[in-house]
T-cell receptor, first 114, second 113 residues
Framework: AQKVTQAQTEISVVEKEDVTLDCVYE???????LFWYKQPPSGELVFLIR??????QNEISGRYSWNFQKSTSSFNFTITASQVVDSAVYFC???????????FGTGTRLQVTL | EAQVTQNPRYLITVTGKKLTVTCSQN?????MSWYRQDPGLGLRQIYY???????DKGDVPEGYKVSRKEKRNFPLILESPSPNQTSLYFC????????????FGPGTRLTVL
């Protein structure tokens, strides 16, 4: 069975602080894909990144970076110099070759204040 | 513009009154899926479809039906809605259920009184 754990329910930071959102996953499959989605207050789901299990390279996209570590089954997401517009719920998700669905974590609500 | 559309976006209904939430995608995707989002539970899959006339249950299929008569459409049917189906519903599609990202619709907020 697949499982995704986002232990941080809510995080509150002041603008310009760096913040890391944790994601721990469980799967017995050797081939799998990890995703991060952003859900702003408007409600839509915005795709941020996909990473497959064979690529452990970290990725940086502007102020966003992702740290994938198979040894600890983690796929953490860091926002550098956070901004108010980053306020949203962030979901980590797992999809495996044997499954037909994205298994989502319960989400982390990030509140960035001035 | 590539997109997944859902209708209605908001719906308030009463227990037992049948309703359908439509989902349509214009990307010629084979794979489509329905999720519901509830506070503290994240998103959970209701049903999915690998192609036309091929559907299967997800994690929480009870109380829902789907059909896939055309590639672009994947309606979600609640034959007899109950208050515990009050939720935010998302339809998603992708060209490959494993490799590619799923494109999500804007969501349908359903309230069953």
């Amino acid at each position: 069975a697949q499982k995704v754990t986002q232990a941080q329910t809510e995080i509150s930071v002041v603008e310009k602080e760096d913040v890391t959102l944790d994601c721990v996953y469980e799967t017995r499959d050797t081939t799998y894909y990890l995703f991060w989605y952003k859900q702003p207050p408007s409600g839509e789901l915005v795709f941020l990144i996909r990473r497959n299990s064979f690529d452990e390279q970290n990725e940086i996209s502007g102020r966003y970076s992702w740290n994938f570590q198979k040894s600890t089954s983690s796929f953490n997401f860091t926002i550098t110099a956070s901004q108010v517009v980053d306020s949203a719920v962030y979901f980590c998700a797992l999809l495996t070759g044997t499954a037909s669905k994205l298994t989502f974590g319960t989400g982390t609500r990030l509140q960035v204040t001035l | 513009e590539a997109q997944v559309t859902q209708n209605p976006r908001y719906l308030i209904t009463v227990t037992g009154k049948k309703l359908t939430v439509t989902c349509s995608q214009n990307m010629n995707h084979e794979y489509m899926s329905w999720y519901r989002q509830d506070p503290g539970l994240g998103l959970r899959q209701i049903y999915y479809s690998m192609n036309v006339e091929v559907t299967d249950k997800g994690d929480v299929p009870e109380g829902y039906k789907v059909s896939r008569k055309e590639k672009r459409n994947f309606p979600l049917i609640l034959e007899s809605p109950s208050p515990n189906q009050t939720s935010l519903y998302f339809c998603a599609s992708s060209s490959d259920r494993v490799r590619n990202e799923q494109f999500f619709g804007p969501g349908t907020r359903l309230t069953v009184l």
